[in-house]
């Protein structure tokens, strides 16, 4: 008997592991992400010039400037090419990142069983281990459980200098993570705003990037 009780307690902890590998997706060998975008892209930009411009916090930030080289791997996509120092961009370019930390509740089960019941159970004490039979049988508690979780989120707007500023792409990445890793999260989301650029206006989708070792 005890050693079907260890084996229903094997089993409860097996499916609390899934449980949480379905609330925080691919956190182990892919990431996904969620994206938003806007564009009214000008149809002769290709091969325009664009230069990262810092807001007053992230200027002379080793953070954001780290940061930014995520961006300027990822930009392939637009056509755009960094204006060379001293250059008139076309484009600027604007960063906003954050994680905030945040708390869910997630439904799990313990790993011990919350006593004795009495009814029909697989196993029970009338039927033997074999068959169903009304007797004794133990069930797993289901509880709820307060975690932390982590929104990275990534947004990067560019604005066309031959328009007057005219805000031409907005496009917002989002991952939701159980630990405060953005800065390892971030080169995905700096591939996740310019996937399938310009892309539709006032698009959401899903990505999902096979995490490098």
Not at 65 to 90: W, Y
Request: glycine share 10%.
């Amino acid at each position: 008997m005890w050693q079907r009780v260890g084996n229903y307690q094997a089993l409860a902890r097996g499916l609390a592991i899934l449980a949480c590998a379905a609330l925080f997706a691919g956190c182990a060998s892919t990431l996904s992400a969620r994206v938003t975008s806007y564009q009214q892209w000008p149809a002769d930009a290709q091969g325009a010039s664009y230069r990262i411009v810092p807001d007053a916090k992230q200027t002379n930030n080793l953070e954001f400037q780290t940061i930014a080289d995520m961006i300027r791997a990822s930009i392939g996509p637009t056509g755009l090419v960094e204006a060379q120092a001293g250059r008139a961009p076309r484009f600027d370019l604007h960063i906003e990142y954050d994680n905030p930390i945040s708390q869910t509740w997630v439904q799990r089960y313990n790993d011990y069983y919350d006593g004795w019941g009495f009814g029909p159970a697989f196993g029970g004490y009338y039927g033997g281990w074999g068959g169903w039979g009304g007797g004794i049988f133990m069930r797993p508690a289901i509880v709820n459980e307060l975690v932390d979780v982590y929104k990275n989120t990534l947004t990067v707007i560019i604005k066309d200098n031959q328009n007057h500023g005219a805000e031409v792409y907005r496009a917002s990445a989002v991952n939701i993570s159980s630990g405060e890793n953005l800065l390892q999260v971030m080169p995905y989301l700096a591939q996740a705003v310019f996937d399938h650029f310009p892309g539709n206006n006032g698009t959401v989708r899903e990505v999902k990037y096979d995490r490098r070792p």
